[in-house]
């Protein structure tokens, strides 16, 4: 494969920054196979935005003779108090992570942050003291928004070391490009601009579209875009407004015919969005199924040409839904059926 053609895997759906997109062009001239990672806290369930969308953009970079790493952020995770900070859980829940994205990216290679710190030792304390040397703590309480938390919140102090240690995991880790939802961005620019000054290797950040959730989407004026990307994304916080990849049919069929829908209406369409970002990544058509009295069934090879019919109120959103669910079943039923026995036991 040429270097257009990686670079093209890299930008497609559902990645929506590349910075620099210049710089990944020039990176895979000189390197066959570069070191990528993405790194996830660990904490309740995997749904459709978090193993799916993030899994479909690292096998883009399977594709593209990357190496892949998917980071389980353990430590990250006992910091920002997941799964009770519960040990016992947290190992329990590393494995069906671990599973999980090698079922769904073969070829990806799983690190845990414990092995990692026990593998750098020392070197990786004196750099997270060389790197906080230049952040400001005003600097981080403004990054917390990467966890979920602002400055606002009560913390303890160990939750302020979460965006230093985030971005020194990517030197350890010695990765060419950092990859991330659109809600890590913050720490990442932090990345891009501390990094030259300790004359570390700065990496390429590549930031994926975040799945929102079903419900009707937040329209506070209060928070800004990035805080957005964090209010509004698909969360196993909000079981309903997410599709597990344990559902089984008739809760998808469920969820999505709940699923806020409005005729007309595209902008902040979570079941468009299940259509743009999941099923089309996974089929080349998308038929709709309707009785002959309201014209019948109808087939879509791109969701451009799908959203201009809803917009001009060709389709129904009864109709759209019964369709995304099947779709949508059909998507997750072999990932459903794995973890058949695989499943962890607790929440």
Not at 11 to 22: D, F, G, L, N, S
Not at 53 to 63: A, C, L, V, Y
Not at 155 to 174: C, E, H, N, R, T
Request: charged share 25%.
């Amino acid at each position: 494969m040429d270097v257009q053609g990686r670079v093209d895997l890299v930008t497609m759906c559902p990645t929506e920054e590349i910075v620099k997109i210049e710089e990944l062009t020039e990176l895979f001239k000189v390197n066959s196979s570069p070191k990528h990672y993405i790194g996830l806290e660990i904490s309740g369930k995997l749904h459709l935005g978090s193993l799916l969308i993030t899994g479909f953009k690292i096998n883009d970079f399977i594709k593209a003779n990357v190496n892949t790493t998917v980071f389980l952020a353990d430590w990250h995770s006992y910091i920002n108090n997941k799964l009770g900070s519960s040990w016992e859980k947290i190992g329990l829940m590393s494995k069906y992570y671990s599973d999980a994205f090698k079922f769904f990216c073969p070829g990806v290679k799983i690190v845990t942050g414990s092995e990692l710190y026990t593998r750098s030792g020392v070197e990786y304390c004196e750099d997270l003291i060389r790197f906080s040397k230049h952040l400001s703590l005003a600097r981080v309480s403004r990054a917390l928004t990467i966890m979920g938390r602002t400055e606002k919140d009560a913390l303890d102090l160990s939750q302020l070391f979460y965006p230093p240690m985030q971005s020194v995991d990517i030197k350890a880790l010695g990765v060419d490009i950092a990859h991330a939802g659109m809600d890590q961005r913050k720490i990442h620019m932090i990345v891009r601009e501390v990094f030259p000054k300790l004359k570390w290797k700065v990496p390429i950040m590549v930031h994926h579209h975040l799945l929102p959730g079903l419900s009707e989407p937040t329209t506070l004026e209060s928070i800004n875009s990035e805080q957005k990307h964090v209010v509004g994304k698909m969360s196993k916080s909000k079981p309903a407004s997410a599709i597990s990849i344990h559902d089984n049919e008739k809760i998808i069929q469920d969820k999505v015919l709940k699923a806020y829908c409005p005729m007309d209406t595209i902008e902040g369409n979570p079941v468009l969005e299940l259509v743009r970002y999941i099923i089309f990544h996974e089929f080349s058509q998308f038929t709709i199924e309707r009785s002959k009295s309201h014209g019948g069934n109808i087939t879509y090879y791109s969701s451009k040409d799908l959203i201009t019919d809803f917009r001009s109120k060709e389709i129904h959103p009864l109709d759209l839904k019964n369709a995304v669910a099947i779709y949508i079943n059909k998507i997750v039923e072999p990932i459903r059926n794995y973890f058949v026995d695989r499943e962890p036991k607790f929440d």
